[in-house]
């Protein structure tokens, strides 16, 4: 296909120059001729909850950027029983570059949309770009961070803890721009998944959520919008 120009995106494709995941994500490593390559290999597509986007042991042919929307991250038992191990944001990268196969499953938690792209023409650009191979070095650190994170959270926390920490980790990554001001979003699990995610039952979740809208911390509408006024009050309930 041909890629339209803008004069004054120096080179950069149309589609790339607004998109998050050049501003904030991998993409950004990118020099304009690579991402005119990588946008005439690319397709763009939106994808509505529940609907799996990569499948545990499935043969790896492409990798993605989360355009927006939130991807949930499962490990499976022989039994059949799973557990939800992490979340994708906007504009985090989907994918595991040099293994020939997916060793998580990942679903669309919400509507989500994703930027593909073929793992040859990545993977090559990662050996021609150090500073492509870096960003995505550094994105897997983070999750790593974020997943030591989560095993105090799990081991330590307390119920009531646990929830508000989790209420802050979606703040925090839907609206990244928001510090100390207000800020609302929709839950973008169930509640039987933020039980699932967070080792509590779903009483628990809900008893932990009418706790915090009694206490003026969040507030809550039609069962799954959450308002939290100031996130630093929310911060001080998720136990350090």
């Known amino acids: 296909m041909t890629i339209r120009q803008d004069v004054h995106g120096a080179g950069v494709p149309v589609l790339c120059q607004s998109c998050e995941a050049r501003h904030r994500g991998v993409c950004g490593a990118l020099e304009p001729e690579q991402l005119v390559e990588l946008a005439r290999t690319s397709s763009r597509r939106g994808v509505q909850p529940g609907i799996e986007l990569v499948g545990d042991a499935e043969a790896v042919e492409c990798y993605s950027n989360v355009l927006s929307g939130v991807v949930k991250l499962t490990k499976g038992l022989p039994d059949g029983r799973q557990?939800?191990?992490?979340?994708?944001?906007?504009?985090?990268?989907?994918?595991?570059?040099?293994?020939?196969?997916?060793?998580?499953?990942?679903?669309?938690?919400t509507e989500v949309s994703l930027c593909?792209?073929?793992?040859?023409?990545?993977?090559?650009m990662m050996k021609d770009t150090p500073e492509l191979e870096h960003r995505l070095l550094e994105q897997a650190l983070n999750e790593l961070d974020e997943a030591r994170s989560w095993m105090v959270a799990l081991g330590r926390k307390t119920a009531s803890e646990k929830v508000a920490s989790f209420l802050l980790m979606i703040a925090r990554n839907i609206n990244p721009a928001t510090d100390a001001g207000p800020t609302s979003y929709d839950l973008?699990?169930?509640?039987?998944?933020?039980?699932?995610?967070?080792?509590?039952?779903?009483?628990?979740?809900?008893?932990?959520?009418?706790?915090?809208?009694?206490?003026?911390?969040?507030?809550?509408?039609?069962?799954?919008?959450?308002?939290?006024?100031?996130l630093s009050r929310l911060e001080q309930r998720c136990g350090g």
């Open 188 to 230: 973008p699990l169930t509640r039987a998944d933020i039980a699932d995610f967070l080792g509590l039952t779903i009483e628990t979740v809900s008893r932990q959520l009418t706790r915090l809208r009694a206490e003026g911390v969040i507030r809550i509408e039609n069962h799954r919008h959450i308002i939290v006024d100031g």
């Open 116 to 124: 593909s792209f073929p793992k040859t023409v990545v993977e090559r």
């Open 83 to 109: 557990q939800i191990v992490g979340l994708q944001f906007a504009p985090d990268f989907l994918g595991r570059p040099f293994k020939a196969e997916s060793s998580i499953n990942a679903e669309a938690a």
